[in-house]
């Protein structure tokens, strides 16, 4: 028993100086390293756009076509997926977005500080933490650059925005991975970003924090790296601090010392109940060597300590059985958790490379020109097998969505006929490349709003009119209807006029992966899962999916949702 709590004690100190150490300041070495790498993309974009011969012709020719910037600006935002894109001029001091003109900027306006600082300085782009007013004022990270014309002069600034979204999505990766808290601060200590659901974050600042406040100042005066130990409600936790100069920001990274110590008190206390049984058991044994003596007692005493020990017998098995049962499956439970998990991060991981896959194939076709035609052919398998996996990856994200969703749905209002007509706005130019004539037919009442899940639904109607599109043959017609039908129950109908599905092959029609006879009309792919996610989404919304006859051989699939009442389910 001594050896345990020495060992425990000597165990309780590793931890710490493992924490202080090693543990805290590799996760923020961590978290640095990946808020560096999301900057390098927007600094490429910007580079991109002040060397842009475009944006500099355009600027010297005197600026005269405004929707050509609003279109360039636009195509910049749209094709990198970036929050916003903008060009300050520096001859008529307008700053121009993907909207259009924002604003003159001023020097006499704190608001626009940062664009005379850019003029001024020396390197060619800095980065700047800043509201965005062409994005209702949401915090941003800029990436500000210095553009010049021909012969060197300086023009104006153009850059990109990052939002703080990504920032904050971070936050949450690394403390579900790394089990710790992490925030940041800024130089008068006031906490800026952290979780929605972080404890710290609902203090404000350094100085609010229970333990905190002696070494608050210490922890955001200097840029180098601070290492505490503090108490807050009767705990003992570290705290590691590193500035982030790009921000402006204090990275803070939090570990509660009870969470690792955890596995050590109860290793502690196993050896102590072991210890105490192995008393016990001597004990027993020193009690039955002495009752050996006692000749009346000894028969009666054999035949009670075998009913006893086959009795403890029968109640280990049981104890061991009910422990593998219930470590079985907490297993189970856990590899299904990492299997979503892993799925969710792979899919939305793979997302990034496969668009700049594509973006480049776009660039290629250009570049190539028809003059090469096998060189055109490799390029569009590229892009079509590119765009398959693009269509597998949403499938599989929202399969992990649905199957990982517990627990009661939130509902929200919802204009019905407006979830038609935004899925067929959206699938036009699909359907025009196979000349398929796509309409709606909407019933005047589907105009009212009703309560369901506007985004699972979307995603249920764009699985079914990009089915029909793909099945359909050169030149039919696909249509989407509304209703409220007499039972009080809104459906939505996909109809087309393609071969449609044997009657042998309904039953397996919603299942994951099951191959159909029926075949795309124009080579396209098929993943095997959008009828799955439709059956799957439809169920947790109360509403069902059929498939009824359609034109001549064609389908028709019908979403019936009920008019809930109830704004969970």
């Known amino acids: 028993m001594t050896n345990s709590i020495s060992s425990y004690y000597v165990s309780r100190d590793s931890v710490r100086e493992t924490i202080t150490e090693s543990s805290l300041p590799l996760t923020a070495d961590n978290i640095y390293s990946v808020i560096q790498r999301d900057l390098l993309r ?20 005197g600026e005269v076509d405004v929707k050509q910037m609003q279109r360039y600006l636009e195509e910049i935002r749209r094709e990198y997926g970036t929050v916003t894109s903008f060009f300050i001029s520096e001859k008529s001091r307008n700053y121009y977005y993907w909207g259009g003109v924002l604003k003159q900027v001023d020097e006499n306006e704190p608001r626009d500080v940062w664009y005379f600082r850019v003029r001024e300085m020396e390197k060619p782009f800095e980065i700047n933490v800043d509201i965005d007013m ?48 992490i925030f940041f601060v800024d130089r008068e200590g ?28 210490s922890l955001t005066s200097g840029t180098e790296e601070q290492k505490i130990r503090y108490e ?32 050590l ?16 058991i001597v004990s027993w044994m020193c009690v039955s060597i002495i009752s050996l003596y006692h000749k009346r007692l000894r ?25 593998d049962l219930e470590e079985a499956n907490d297993a189970l439970s856990a590899m299904n958790r990492e299997k979503d998990e892993f799925l969710g991060i792979v899919a939305h991981d793979l997302r990034s490379p496969l668009s700049t896959i594509l973006g ?24 079509n097998s590119s765009l398959h996996m693009q269509e597998l990856i949403g499938d599989i994200l929202d399969i992990t969505s649905i199957e990982s969703f517990h627990g009661p749905v939130d509902l929200e209002p919802c204009v019905w006929n407006s979830l038609a007509t935004d899925a067929a706005e959206r699938f036009k130019s699909q359907a025009a490349t196979k000349q398929i004539n796509l309409t709606t037919n909407l019933d005047p009442a589907g105009e009212q709003e009703i309560l369901t899940r506007g985004k699972w639904l979307a995603i249920c109607l764009n699985n079914l009119v990009n089915n029909a ?9 696909v249509w989407i209807e509304t209703a409220l039908c007499e039972d009080n129950v809104f459906e939505l109908r996909v109809c087309d006029e393609g071969p449609g599905i044997p009657e042998p092959e309904h039953e397996k029609l919603f299942q994951k992966f099951s191959p159909l006879s029926s075949q795309p009309t124009g080579g396209e792919s098929s993943s095997g899962l959008g009828l799955y996610i439709v059956r799957k989404m439809c169920q947790r919304l109360g509403a069902n999916i059929e498939l009824r006859p359609g034109s001549g051989n064609g389908c028709c699939f019908v979403i019936r949702h009920p008019r809930h009442t109830d704004k969970r389910i």
């Open 299 to 323: 028969a009666r005493n054999e035949e009670l300590s075998a009913k006893n020990a086959e009795i403890e017998k029968q109640k280990h098995e049981l104890q061991e059985a009910a422990t």
């Open 469 to 477: 599109i793909k099945y359909s043959p050169l030149g039919s017609r």
């Open 360 to 383: 480049l194939c776009y660039i290629l076709e250009d570049e190539v020109g028809e003059g090469n035609s096998r060189a055109l052919e490799f390029i569009k398998d590229i892009e």
């Open 190 to 217: 006031n906490i800026i970003l952290g979780p929605s659901k972080g404890r710290l974050t609902t203090y404000g600042n350094l100085d609010a924090v229970p333990g905190l406040k002696k070494d608050a100042q």
């Open 265 to 280: 008190r109860h290793t502690l206390l196993v050896n102590i109940l072991l210890s105490l049984a192995i008393t016990a």
């Open 134 to 181: 062409a994005n209702n004022d949401a915090l941003t990270v800029f990436v500000n650059y210095r553009v010049y014309d021909y012969e060197g002069n300086y023009i104006g600034a153009a850059g990109t925005g990052l939002t703080v979204n990504r920032v904050n999505a971070l936050i949450e990766e690394y403390e579900g991975r790394f089990n710790r808290e």
């Open 232 to 263: 807050r409600d009767g705990k003992t936790y570290f705290l590691n601090s590193r500035w982030i100069p790009e921000l402006n920001w204090y990275l803070m990274v939090e570990q509660s010392e009870d969470e690792l110590l955890s596995p």
């Open 42 to 61: 927007p600094i490429f974009i910007s580079s991109m756009m002040a060397n842009d011969a475009f944006l500099r012709d355009w600027t010297i020719n």
